[in-house]
């Protein structure tokens, strides 16, 4: 584990969110289940693309709102509602609480929030032009070395979709 890693933690979607998803997502509508035929969708479970064949449950989560609930914060207008893929049942969850290696070769924007669940600004991490890893361990120690930063969202470039969020560790 780096130095830059001791300061945040990447989470999943909570084990106790994903079991109200699993009956009804966030815009009230039952999970689209699914058989990935090719492998690939990312999975907000347990942050790992899916196996080709494998089943998965397309659901729409509103990450902030979440968040803002438990924290009392008040988003307003920043409360989104999106698609994410999950696993249909319970599984093993992350492997860890830092930077998931598989997304270390992709674009990500990662979006950064006040306590009130505001956004202060976001940053577009790249892969290098030498195949290197992004430096996004970097980036989310410089976010969280501003102590306004409450939570920040990772999201997906091409469709903007929620695919995990960082905080400071409990």
């Given at each position: ?7 945040f933690?990447?989470?999943a ?6 079991r ?18 090719a492998?690939?969708?990312p ?10 064949g494998?089943?998965?449950?397309l659901?729409s ?5 979440r ?6 914060a008040?988003p307003?207008p ?9 696993h249909?049942?319970?599984c093993a ?11 270390a ?14 956004i ?6 790249a ?6 890893p ?8 410089e976010?969280f ?10 999201r997906?470039?091409e ?5 995990f969020e ?5």
């Open positions: 584990m780096t130095t830059a890693t001791r300061v933690e990447v989470r979607i909570p084990a106790e969110v994903l109200e998803l699993r009956e009804a997502d966030d815009a009230g509508n039952p999970p689209t289940l699914m058989t990935d035929a492998g690939g969708s999975l907000r479970c347990c942050l790992r693309p899916s196996e080709p494998e089943r998965v449950a659901v989560y509103a990450p902030l709102r968040w803002a609930r438990e924290c009392g008040e307003g920043y409360d989104e509602v999106g698609p994410v893929f999950i249909p049942a319970p969850g992350p492997d860890g609480t830092g930077y998931p290696e598989w997304l070769s992709r674009q990500r924007v990662l979006r950064c929030y006040d306590a009130g669940g505001k202060l600004g976001g940053r577009l991490i892969p290098r032009g030498d195949g290197s992004v430096p996004v361990e970097s980036a989310l120690a976010m070395a501003d102590p306004r930063v409450a939570v920040v969202h990772g997906a470039v469709f903007g979709c929620f695919t960082v905080r400071r560790p409990d």
